[in-house]
């Protein structure tokens, strides 16, 4: 118990109680500050004076409570005034951070209890405020004084590893203290309190391949020459302690697995050291002749290889290519093999591992290929793969070309037939000797049409025709004088009528489709009975083009509006050939300045504002006028041919379909039946179109009627009348009459129609022979016959 100061009078200052419970191991009150430090703060009386005013009792500021778990309520601490004096009613009041229900005061004795679980973890330290008060009035007697209770840790939390399980990755054969990885736990506990936060490492399962550092919680090898061949994976468990490692402290552990990575530590090794193959000669370049394969324990990059031929190639028949699948040489042929000329090849392939590790050469291994070449029936082979061949345009038809030649790589030498394949020449301009291979021509050639010539010839054995070969023949037709030069274009000159004399009214240029290796020279002329000519001439330009000049310049189109100027063009071949061609010049009216404004039929035409496009157009719509009035005559000509058969051998029947329907006796309007009234036949006489009648019939007057207020019924019965009589009326109803029947039945005609016998002197007992479809009709005719003999 603190005393108070002897200077100081009794009623200035407040008891300061403390209570230390020792029974209690888990309890402990700390006291912070006292009578020193609280007049430390005061120097002199004056400090005790303002003291004393301010209040008349103190007690502890601090205190410190260990975190318990037990279920009985703990007493933190007492607080005292000197105002609690006998019979005096005071009342202790508790206020701040869990007052009422983590902690709790004795109104009356001023004892303070914690209620309930004290945990550090959770919260370190609560403050609070404590007042005496009047029990009665609840007036204060005291200003009101805070204080602190702090929660003293225990060593209640173990060690955990948050980020764990972990996995860690080291390569193989590394050193020993090679650190692998890191691990952390962590504790909940007060780490600057006593030890019970302070971590100590350890390795439970795992040695002895690794170590771990106690401090810094570090992996490390810790055994020489791990190799991943051998074991891949390892398991560690490690232990983290508090306590700082001893006795009574608390641990947790974690598990970190360690996989050993792969370095190139291992050579490729052949699964042979010697391989046999046998290729045949026939096998194609850039095909697979066998396969090779070197193993590595390694894995991924490490494990690639590359192969290579070290001996035995010389010519570079062979070459060994890698299989990025499944690393393994693929042995093809840069080469044809030819059993002829080397049967056996010995080769020495190296594989090589593609990565090396730093400071070391790569691994490689050898192996021994023999490789056998095994006859095989080849075609046979050209001497030439192309040949070049030359022969003169028009030349005559079996000149010969040229020669092709193969022949029979075999020992056994078959002979050998050519042909040419017509696919590459369809007009079959070419012939070939089956026998020697000699070309020659079949047509004769045109260069200017085509200067070049690509045949293919095959070459075929006779012992084996599935044998063939193919060489390309391109043959060049070389050309020779046969065309005339003639005009680049069709010239079209223009003179004005104003014009001055030797003025130049067109340039002429020649072409020539012939390609003279000298190259081409025109000489122009005009025709002798134009040598005279008054109105034009001509000038060698020495270009190969001439110019056209005017002679005079009264020239005039009331006089004569065109002129043809015909001109001899030649040329420097051998023979030298020539063409006449015609210049055609229009006589133009013209401004002042030479320009054409019209020629001919045109002058009298632009002057109104249409141009000739304009004419161009207005042309055509009237020839497309013109083709639609033909072909709507033209239709309509042909809808009005008789229906009447008039080939005999025309069989096939006309149906005419209408669709239109009356509309009954009682519709007198839909229908005029002015239309049933042929005009023609009224006086007339009209004759059937379809048979030549026997007698001449007079039709005889009838009673015709008008179209207005007739009596149908009446003008029908007439109508029918008169054609039932009438043989040579044609039948206006469109009911066509067929008197032809079709031929080749094998029964022959049923008619009675064309037959020059009478039916008495038919017999129709072959139709019951013709199966049970005719017995029913030889009965009925039958019948009749023995009725009429009857």
């Given at each position: 118990?603190?005393?108070?100061?002897?200077?100081?009078?009794?009623?200035?200052?407040?008891?300061?109680?403390?209570?230390?419970?020792?029974?209690?191991?888990?309890?402990?009150?700390?006291?912070?500050?006292?009578?020193?430090?609280?007049?430390?703060?005061?120097?002199?009386?004056?400090?005790?004076?303002?003291?004393?005013?301010?209040?008349?009792?103190?007690?502890?500021?601090?205190?410190?409570?260990?975190?318990?778990?037990?279920?009985?309520?703990?007493l933190v601490g007492r607080l005292h005034t000197d105002l609690d004096v006998g019979g005096k009613s005071i009342k202790y009041v508790l206020a701040g951070e869990g007052a009422g229900t983590i902690f709790a005061i004795n109104e009356l004795t001023g004892d303070i209890h914690a209620m309930k679980r004290l945990d550090r973890e959770e919260k370190a330290e609560y403050t609070l405020t404590a007042q005496v008060i009047n029990a009665d009035t609840d007036e204060p007697l005291e200003p009101p004084s805070e204080f602190i209770i702090k929660v003293q840790d225990i060593n209640d939390n173990p060690p955990q590893f948050i980020e764990g399980p972990y996995r860690a990755s080291v390569a193989e054969m590394s050193a020993v203290g090679t650190p692998v990885t890191r691990v952390t736990a962590t504790d909940a506990d007060d780490p600057v309190y006593g030890n019970?936060?302070?971590?100590?490492?350890?390795?439970?399962?795992?040695?002895?391949?690794?170590?771990?550092?106690?401090?810094?919680?570090?992996?490390?090898?810790?055994?020489?020459?791990?190799?991943?061949?051998?074991?891949?994976?390892?398991?560690?468990?490690?232990?983290?302690?508090?306590?700082?490692?001893?006795?009574?402290?608390?641990?947790?552990?974690?598990?970190?697995?360690?996989?050993?990575?792969?370095?190139?530590?291992?050579?490729?090794?052949?699964?042979?050291?010697?391989?046999?193959?046998?290729?045949?000669?026939?096998?194609?370049?850039?095909?697979?002749?066998?396969?090779?394969?070197?193993?590595?324990?390694?894995?991924?990059?490490?494990?690639?290889?590359?192969?290579?031929?070290?001996?035995?190639?010389?010519?570079?028949?062979?070459?060994?290519?890698?299989?990025?699948?499944?690393?393994?040489?693929?042995?093809?042929?840069?080469?044809?093999?030819?059993?002829?000329?080397?049967?056996?090849?010995?080769?020495?392939?190296?594989?090589?591992?593609?990565?090396?590790?730093?400071?070391?050469?790569?691994?490689?291994?050898?192996?021994?290929?023999?490789?056998?070449?095994?006859?095989?029936?080849?075609?046979?082979?050209?001497?030439?793969?192309?040949?070049?061949?030359?022969?003169?345009?028009?030349?005559?038809?079996?000149?010969?070309?040229?020669?092709?030649?193969?022949?029979?790589?075999?020992?056994?030498?078959?002979?050998?037939?050519?042909?040419?394949?017509?696919?590459?020449?369809?007009?079959?301009?070419?012939?070939?000797?089956?026998?020697?291979?000699?070309?020659?021509?079949?047509?004769?050639?045109?260069?200017?049409?085509?200067?070049?010539?690509?045949?293919?010839?095959?070459?075929?054995?006779?012992?084996?025709?599935?044998?063939?070969?193919?060489?390309?023949?391109?043959?060049?037709?070389?050309?020779?004088?046969?065309?005339?030069?003639?005009?680049?274009?069709?010239?079209?000159?223009?003179?004005?009528?104003?014009?001055?004399?030797?003025?130049?009214?067109?340039?002429?240029?020649?072409?020539?489709?012939?390609?003279?290796?000298?190259?081409?020279?025109?000489?122009?002329?005009?025709?002798?009975?134009?040598?005279?000519?008054?109105?034009?001439?001509?000038?060698?330009?020495?270009?190969?083009?001439?110019?056209?000049?005017?002679?005079?310049?009264?020239?005039?189109?009331?006089?004569?509006?065109?002129?043809?100027?015909?001109?001899?063009?030649?040329?420097?071949?051998?023979?030298?050939?020539?063409?006449?061609?015609?210049?055609?010049?229009?006589?133009?009216?013209?401004?002042?300045?030479?320009?054409?404004?019209?020629?001919?039929?045109?002058?009298?035409?632009?002057?109104?504002?249409?141009?000739?496009?304009?004419?161009?157009?207005?042309?055509?719509?009237?020839?497309?006028?013109?083709?639609?009035?033909?072909?709507?005559?033209?239709?309509?000509?042909?809808?009005?041919?008789?229906?009447?058969?008039?080939?005999?051998?025309?069989?096939?029947?006309?149906?005419?379909?209408?669709?239109?329907?009356?509309?009954?006796?009682?519709?007198?309007?839909?229908?005029?039946?002015?239309?049933?009234?042929?005009?023609?036949?009224?006086?007339?006489?009209?004759?059937?179109?379809?048979?030549?009648?026997?007698?001449?019939?007079?039709?005889?007057?009838?009673?015709?009627?008008?179209?207005?207020?007739?009596?149908?019924?009446?003008?029908?019965?007439?109508?029918?009348?008169?054609?039932?009589?009438?043989?040579?009326?044609?039948?206006?109803?469109?009911?066509?009459?067929?008197?032809?029947?079709?031929?080749?039945?094998?029964?022959?005609?049923?008619?009675?129609?064309?037959?020059?016998?009478?039916?008495?002197?038919?017999?129709?007992?072959?139709?019951?022979?013709?199966?049970?479809?005719?017995?029913?009709?030889?009965?009925?005719?039958?019948?009749?016959?023995?009725?009429?003999?009857?």
């Open positions: 118990m603190w005393r108070r100061s002897e200077e100081m009078p009794t009623d200035v200052w407040m008891s300061l109680l403390l209570v230390w419970i020792t029974s209690l191991p888990c309890v402990s009150v700390t006291p912070v500050g006292g009578p020193a430090q609280a007049t430390a703060s005061l120097p002199g009386e004056g400090q005790r004076l303002l003291s004393r005013a301010k209040r008349g009792w103190v007690w502890n500021q601090m205190f410190v409570l260990e975190e318990f778990s037990g279920p009985d309520p703990i019970s936060a302070k971590l100590v490492y350890s390795i439970l399962e795992g040695q002895p391949y690794f170590s771990v550092d106690p401090n810094s919680a570090t992996i490390k090898i810790a055994l020489h020459g791990m190799d991943r061949e051998m074991r891949e994976e390892y398991l560690v468990v490690i232990q983290a302690k508090d306590m700082g490692g001893h006795m009574g402290g608390l641990s947790g552990t974690t598990t970190v697995t360690v996989t050993l990575t792969d370095i190139n530590d291992n050579p490729p090794k052949f699964s042979k050291s010697l391989y046999d193959f046998v290729i045949s000669e026939d096998l194609p370049i850039g095909k697979m002749g066998g396969k090779v394969k070197a193993n590595d324990r390694d894995i991924g990059e490490n494990a690639r290889s590359t192969y290579n031929i070290i001996e035995g190639d010389e010519q570079g028949v062979f070459e060994v290519i890698t299989d990025a699948q499944s690393q393994e040489g693929i042995l093809r042929l840069r080469k044809a093999l030819d059993f002829e000329s080397r049967r056996t090849y010995t080769l020495k392939v190296e594989a090589t591992n593609v990565h090396s590790e730093p400071g070391g050469g790569p691994f490689k291994d050898t192996a021994t290929v023999k490789i056998t070449v095994e006859d095989a029936d080849e075609p046979p082979v050209f001497t030439k793969p192309v040949y070049m061949l030359e022969v003169n345009e028009n030349a005559p038809i079996n000149t010969a070309i040229g020669t092709v030649s193969a022949r029979d790589p075999d020992a056994s030498g078959s002979q050998v037939r050519y042909f040419i394949d017509r696919h590459t020449d369809l007009e079959r301009q070419f012939n070939i000797n089956v026998d020697d291979g000699k070309i020659t021509l079949a047509k004769p050639l045109d260069r200017e049409t085509d200067m070049w010539h690509n045949i293919t010839v095959t070459a075929t054995e006779v012992r084996n025709h599935s044998q063939i070969s193919r060489a390309v023949v391109a043959i060049r037709v070389m050309d020779i004088n046969d065309n005339a030069p003639e005009f680049a274009t069709e010239y079209e000159a223009f003179l004005c009528e104003n014009g001055k004399p030797g003025q130049v009214i067109q340039t002429i240029s020649a072409v020539d489709r012939d390609d003279p290796i000298q190259g081409h020279y025109f000489e122009y002329r005009l025709v002798p009975e134009m040598l005279n000519n008054p109105n034009f001439t001509i000038k060698n330009n020495q270009d190969n083009s001439i110019s056209v000049l005017a002679k005079h310049d009264t020239f005039r189109r009331q006089k004569q509006e065109m002129y043809f100027l015909p001109i001899i063009v030649t040329d420097n071949g051998n023979p030298p050939m020539s063409s006449t061609n015609t210049l055609t010049i229009r006589v133009c009216g013209c401004s002042k300045d030479g320009i054409v404004q019209s020629c001919n039929v045109e002058a009298y035409v632009l002057p109104i504002g249409l141009s000739m496009g304009a004419l161009i157009a207005i042309l055509a719509c009237i020839i497309l006028l013109l083709v639609i009035v033909v072909l709507f005559v033209t239709l309509r000509r042909h809808k009005n041919e008789p229906l009447i058969i008039k080939d005999d051998e025309d069989v096939r029947e006309n149906i005419i379909r209408y669709d239109d329907e009356g509309g009954g006796e009682e519709d007198t309007e839909a229908f005029d039946i002015a239309t049933l009234q042929n005009p023609d036949g009224i006086n007339g006489y009209l004759p059937r179109k379809d048979i030549k009648p026997d007698l001449q019939f007079m039709p005889r007057a009838g009673q015709h009627s008008g179209p207005n207020g007739v009596d149908v019924d009446e003008f029908i019965n007439v109508r029918l009348h008169e054609a039932d009589n009438d043989p040579t009326a044609p039948p206006y109803d469109s009911i066509q009459i067929y008197g032809y029947e079709g031929r080749g039945s094998v029964a022959g005609s049923l008619s009675s129609l064309e037959t020059a016998s009478s039916d008495s002197d038919q017999n129709y007992d072959y139709l019951r022979e013709w199966g049970p479809r005719f017995r029913r009709l030889g009965e009925l005719y039958s019948v009749g016959e023995s009725d009429r003999e009857t």
